[in-house]
């Protein structure tokens, strides 16, 4: 049986071979990992300093892009967007009503239904909260040349779509062996 040990980066496939020549697959992985790392304490930051749960700041991101898009959002909607149910979409938005964060409002067009609505309060605190941090990361971006930011954006979508994809990938390998008779 096979036994993956693991490079100094902590990728059991990486060689370090190209460590030698300068940037190569295993660094840019490294980099990806700090900035997943880096990027997963900011959330759990934000989440502590707000009071929220991870999907209550999602909900409220979507609500905020659907005001700013002039796209009315339904509960259903939202529900869709999050991927959980309509019971735990209730919930939710009960919550983030008790906080002051959403309104319901009738639909625009449809008066038997609902569309929430983030609150200016809500959308000053998600600014204030966040928007050092999103000014220093489009500083960041703006610095690339064009032919980076191609590239940079080429790769990330590369990288999400080979992380989203869910083909089996036999880990036949992994299984032990069955016992051998004489």
């Known amino acids: ?38 990027e997963t304490a900011m959330r759990r930051r934000t989440k502590d300093s707000m009071g929220m749960g991870e999907k209550d700041l999602l909900a409220l991101r979507h609500l905020l892009e659907a005001d700013r898009s002039g796209t009315p959002m339904s509960p259903r909607d939202l529900a869709a967007r999050l991927g959980i149910s309509s019971a735990s979409t209730t919930t939710l938005l009960d919550r ?46 703006r610095a690339l040349t064009p032919d980076q930011a191609a590239t940079v954006t080429a790769f990330l979508h590369a990288m999400a779509a080979a992380v989203d994809d869910t083909e089996e990938t036999g880990h036949d390998s992994c299984r032990p062996e069955s016992p051998r008779t004489i």
């Open 1 to 38: 049986m096979l036994a993956h040990h693991p490079t100094s980066s902590g990728y059991w496939y990486g060689t370090g071979e190209d460590r030698a020549t300068g940037p190569g697959a295993v660094q840019v992985l490294e980099a990806l990992r700090a900035y997943r790392t880096a």
């Open 96 to 141: 983030l009503a008790r906080t002051g964060h959403i309104t319901r409002r009738p639909h625009p067009t449809d008066r038997r239904a609902l569309v929430i609505v983030a609150t200016t309060a809500a959308d000053c605190e998600v600014r204030s909260t966040l928007g050092h941090m999103h000014h220093r990361m489009l500083t960041t971006a």
